[in-house]
């Protein structure tokens, strides 16, 4: 990859589950989306929402139900709509090749380097599992920043719970989706997708003023 992705780097593979849709065009370059379906380790999966330039893709035949491994980077944006502020994220697709076998490998891998921009929230389940919530800002071109909802477990979690805005953190883990129920109002309730990174290993960059130059946890 070039130098524009050091600091956000996707890898995924899996299958299309959705039709190929236009999302928006930017200078005449129009881009589509569509969901992957990427599988764990466990029988779950999670379902990702994919943005690609048409002009990636013209000599593909790509349709529901193909296989293919994407790189690219995790990209998040606001919607505004007559309902208020929502957060959109999608991969960002950067190449893709088609795949013919089904046993994919290493299929959901995310790299990223930001800064934390709101503080975290520790917490514990009703099952006792300990978790923090951090929004990471990712630094992108032309004075943009991608922010990105991760969740850290375990002892990392007790340990980013007591970071601060403003560090600044390098994460590897998975991009994964989850449902939920929004009450819309007393007879409504309907079910909403969240997307979120789940951390496997981060290391905190020490400023330059202090000793360490950096603080892994994994």
């Given at each position: 990859?070039d ?12 299958q299309i589950?959705s ?12 881009f589509?989306t ?5 599988p764990?380790l ?13 002009r990636?893709?013209?000599t593909?035949?790509l ?15 606001n ?16 190449d893709?090749?088609?795949l ?5 490998k ?9 800064f934390?921009c709101k ?10 599992r ?9 630094n ?5 920043s ?7 477990w ?18 590897w883990?998975?991009?994964?989706s989850?449902?939920?129920?929004k009450?819309?109002?007393?007879e409504?309730?309907?079910t ?9 290993k981060?290391?905190v ?10 603080s892994?946890i994994s």
């Amino acid at each position: 990859m070039d130098n524009i992705n050091v600091n956000n780097e996707v890898h995924l593979a899996g299958q299309i589950y959705s039709k190929l849709t236009p999302s928006h065009e930017v200078y005449g370059e129009r881009f589509l989306t569509f969901c992957l379906r990427v599988p764990r380790l466990s029988d779950i999966c999670d379902y990702i929402n994919i943005t690609v330039s048409e002009r990636l893709i013209k000599t593909m035949e790509l349709n529901e139900g193909d296989y293919v491994e994407i790189d690219g980077q995790f990209r998040s944006y606001n919607n505004y709509s007559s309902v208020g502020n929502r957060l959109i994220l999608t991969v960002f697709a950067r190449d893709i090749i088609p795949l013919y076998d089904e046993n994919l490998k290493n299929p959901n891998y995310i790299y990223l380097n930001g800064f934390i921009c709101k503080t975290p929230i520790y917490r514990i389940t009703p099952f006792g599992r300990e978790i923090t919530d951090i929004l990471v800002a990712v630094n992108r071109a032309y004075n943009k920043s991608d922010y990105m909802p991760c969740i850290a477990w375990g002892r990392n979690a007790r340990f980013s719970g007591n970071l601060m805005v403003g560090d600044n953190i390098k994460i590897w883990g998975r991009i994964q989706s989850r449902e939920y129920q929004k009450k819309i109002s007393e007879e409504e309730t309907i079910t909403k997708t969240a997307f979120e990174i789940s951390i496997s290993k981060m290391e905190v960059m020490q400023k330059e003023n202090e000793q360490d130059s950096e603080s892994e946890i994994s």
